[in-house]
Antibody, heavy 120, light 110 residues
Framework: EAQVVESGGGLVQRGGSLRLSCAAS????????MSWVRQAPGKGLEWVANINQDGSEENYVDSVKGRFTISRDNAKNSLYLQMNNLRAEDTAVYHC?????????????WGQGTTVTVSS | QSVLTQPPSVSAAPGQKVTISCSGS????????VSWYQQLPRTAPKLLIYDNNKRPSGIPDRFSGSKSGTSATLGITGLQTGDEADYYCGTWDSSLSAGVFGGGTKVTVL
């Protein structure tokens, strides 16, 4: 069964940096767009970023542009999210999600998430 | 304020039907496929409906989706206590070049 598992979350001070990782297994990672979606405490889902199969195309929500960078290593079946200049409003559970084939947004495999807490 | 608009909550008795609306614009719902996600308490979201009205393998046909113009609807028939969850619509926004979700709708089984 296809699976993605996130890691790398933690407590960081405002203005600090953190790198999230997502390990994919049981599917051909290099054939799928991949996404990051976050959920602040008590709030709804917020799409953060996605990246295409070979890493040549990236998209971001406006609030993280210039601060976050999504990347992937197909040889390691891994997805990453480099988060710089973190703000209190970035506090959330960050989910890695596989995008369904031939789609750019439909997320059909989700991880349980990793928690990022930004302290002021 | 979410780009897509959903009602905060809906409720119905067991066995009844609920519908959840999702309103957007021409840059998102109007020109892109809609997907729906179920998030049970303290769990990761799960894909329920994709491409407006298709169900992934394993999703019962009690769940249905439709789209008309710049709005989409999720229907749940034969409501069960296990359906109590938050439901989110989502799609691509071609103007923003970004994914967008609705604010979520909490379904309560009375």
């Amino acid at each position: 069964e296809a699976q993605v598992v996130e890691s790398g979350g933690g407590l960081v001070q405002r203005g600090g940096s953190l790198r999230l990782s997502c390990a994919a297994s049981e599917f051909t990672f290099s054939r799928h767009w991949m996404s990051w979606v976050r959920q602040a405490p008590g709030k709804g889902l917020e799409w953060v970023a996605n990246i295409n199969q070979d890493g040549s195309e990236e998209n971001y929500v406006d609030s993280v542009k210039g601060r976050f960078t999504i990347s992937r290593d197909n040889a390691k079946n891994s997805l990453y999210l480099q988060m710089n200049n973190l703000r209190a409003e970035d506090t959330a559970v960050y989910h890695c999600a596989r995008v369904r084939p031939a789609a750019i947004f439909v997320m059909d495999v989700w991880g349980q998430g990793t928690t990022v807490t930004v302290s002021s | 304020q979410s780009v897509l608009t959903q009602p905060p909550s809906v409720s119905a008795a067991p066995g009844q039907k609920v519908t959840i609306s999702c309103s957007g614009s021409s840059s998102n719902i109007g020109n892109n496929y809609v997907s729906w996600y179920q998030q049970l308490p303290r769990t990761a979201p799960k894909l329920l409906i994709y491409d407006n009205n298709k169900r992934p393998s394993g999703i019962p046909d009690r769940f249905s989706g439709s789209k008309s113009g710049t709005s989409a609807t999720l229907g749940i028939t034969g409501l069960q206590t296990g359906d109590e969850a938050d439901y989110y619509c989502g799609t691509w926004d071609s103007s923003l070049s970004a994914g967008v979700f609705g604010g979520g709708t909490k379904v309560t089984v009375l």
